[in-house]
């Protein structure tokens, strides 16, 4: 098994531009979810999805969507950069019966300039 | 709304002394608690994790955890640390719709390993 695997790993945008991060995970878990760490602030949760077609708004939801038509995939689109979008994005999932435990990818490390 | 704090934003230890790292939750009932680390530049690693039952839980890398509902706090301890234990160790709880909503993690604790 990969695990949970995301695209890109690094990436530079200019402000205004959009992009998706892609996020995908060969477990079959049923629960996924976004978090963007920052210095200092720890790890805050974007978005979360319970299943497919389900999503919900986490901690930091505003300028980001997401979309969940499979179990495995879990996109995470930036709709127009900002600089204070400048962050490292980790994807995760996890299962109700391994207690919620996260499964993390290896992270976005994202730029707006 | 369920919290967790790391009240230690650094933390320097000598190599092969004892350490402990506090987190304190704040929850409802009993919840589902979570240590992670995540070596410089590196993913987050899960090193334990408490669900239920005994309140001493073991790790990976001669970690454990104590889980205290009196005082609503799960530290971290290693009794003789390694040069390479140095990182960012983050405590997380389970979210407030029961896990399915991901973690609400505190905003870590640096360990830097004097030799």
């Known amino acids: 098994n990969a695990g949970v695997t995301q695209t890109p790993k690094f990436q530079v945008l200019k402000t205004g531009q959009s992009m998706t991060l892609q996020c995908a995970q060969d477990m079959n878990h049923e629960y996924m979810s976004w978090y963007r760490q920052d210095p200092g602030m720890g790890l805050r949760l974007i978005h979360y999805?319970?299943?497919?077609?389900?999503?919900d708004q986490g901690e930091v939801p505003n300028g980001y969507n997401v979309s969940r038509s499979t179990t495995e995939d879990f996109p995470l689109r930036l709709l127009s950069a900002a600089p204070s979008q400048t962050s490292v994005y980790f994807c995760?999932?996890?299962?109700?019966?391994?207690?919620?435990?996260?499964?993390f990818g290896p992270g976005t490390r994202l730029t707006v300039t | 709304a369920q919290s967790v704090t790391q009240p230690d934003i650094h933390i320097t230890v000598s190599e092969g002394a004892s350490l402990e790292l506090r987190c304190n939750y704040s929850y409802g009932a009993t919840p589902y608690l979570f240590w992670y680390v995540q070596s410089p530049g590196q993913g987050l690693q899960l090193l334990l994790k408490y669900f239920s039952g005994d309140t001493l839980v073991q790790g990976i890398k001669g970690f454990e955890a104590e889980f205290k509902r009196s005082q609503s706090s799960f530290n971290l301890r290693k009794p003789s640390v390694h040069w390479s234990d140095a990182a960012e160790y983050f405590c997380?709880?389970?979210?407030?719709?029961?896990?399915?909503?991901?973690?609400?993690f505190g905003k870590g604790t640096h360990l830097i390993i004097q030799p």
């Open positions: 997380a709880v389970e979210g407030s719709g029961g896990g399915a909503d991901g973690l609400t």
């Open positions: 995760a999932s996890s299962r109700r019966t391994i207690g919620y435990e996260q499964y």
């Open positions: 999805s319970v299943g497919a077609g389900i999503t």
